[in-house]
């Protein structure tokens, strides 16, 4: 798949250079976008999660901080061409309030309502299982 052939894809937008931004982000968006052309992959959501991963290889920064950076920029994918922790990190922003700590930012809004759009899980949200306090099962066997 060509890099052309990304923007043909109904479901993903690919996000404008930042405007009155920090170097940092300037070189993020610089790095994904050269990226982003040399994927060996047919598939339009691998080629943005390789490119993600990749550019937070190369600057030394986390998925989920690369990722935030592009969706501020108007990066909007489906939720395959997004890291696990990204999605687990917004997911769970999504739940709060929005008075609440560690809410949704409008950007992360926007995306959710992209995925919504394009028919993607609206319930993705409440699947997480939270781990047992204690999973010690020697207490239920018997003596």
Request: charged share 20%; aromatic share 10%.
């Amino acid at each position: 798949m060509s890099y052309i052939s990304i923007t043909a894809h109904p479901a993903i937008e690919l996000p404008l250079p930042p405007q009155n931004k920090s170097q940092f982000e300037m070189d993020v968006y610089a790095r994904f976008f050269r990226h982003l052309r040399c994927v060996p992959n047919s598939r339009a959501e691998i080629k943005i999660l390789s490119s993600l991963q990749f550019t937070a290889d190369m600057m030394g920064a986390s998925d989920e901080h690369i990722t935030k950076v592009l969706v501020e920029c108007g990066l909007r994918a489906p939720r395959s061409a997004f890291p696990q922790s990204f999605l687990a990190h917004i997911d769970q922003a999504l739940v709060k309030d929005d008075h609440e700590y560690g809410a949704a930012t409008p950007e992360m809004k926007d995306l959710a309502a992209h995925w919504h759009s394009h028919g993607e899980d609206s319930f993705a949200m409440h699947r997480y299982i939270k781990p047992l306090a204690n999973q010690n099962h020697d207490m239920f066997e018997r003596v």
